[in-house]
């Protein structure tokens, strides 16, 4: 069956870094594009970054444009979520997505808190 395990997140402090993974299973990695989510309390999912099945093209949120990098080894079947400068409304839950055989698959997110 797919799988998503999220990991890498925790707490840093505003201008920092993180590197967040995403690991796969259960279906043909390198066959499908990738996206990063996140949510704060009270809000709707927002769509952070997405990376096309070979990495090819990406996508980002503006809101993150420039700070974010969003990568993949389809070797290793995981992809990354680099976060440089972060600041304290990146503060949430993040989670990796993938559309696999026309359903919707999300792992289990990993918080991200950024806070002095």
């Known amino acids: 069956q797919v799988q998503l395990v999220e990991s890498g997140g925790g707490l840093v402090q505003p201008g920092g870094s993180l590197r967040l993974s995403c690991a796969a299973s259960?279906?043909?990695?390198?066959?499908?594009?990738m996206s990063w989510y996140r949510q704060t309390p009270g809000k709707e999912r927002e769509l952070v970054a997405t990376?096309?099945?070979?990495?090819?093209?990406?996508n980002y949120a503006d809101s993150v444009k420039g700070r974010f990098t969003i990568s993949r080894d389809n070797a290793k079947n995981t992809v990354y979520l680099q976060m440089n400068s972060l600041k304290p409304e990146d503060t949430a839950v993040y989670y990796c997505?993938?559309?696999?055989?026309?359903?919707?698959?999300w792992g289990q997110g990993t918080q991200v808190t950024v806070s002095s």
């Open positions: 259960g279906f043909t990695f390198g066959n499908y594009a």
């Open positions: 997505t993938s559309r696999v055989r026309s359903r919707d698959y």
């Open positions: 990376i096309s099945s070979t990495g090819g093209t990406t």
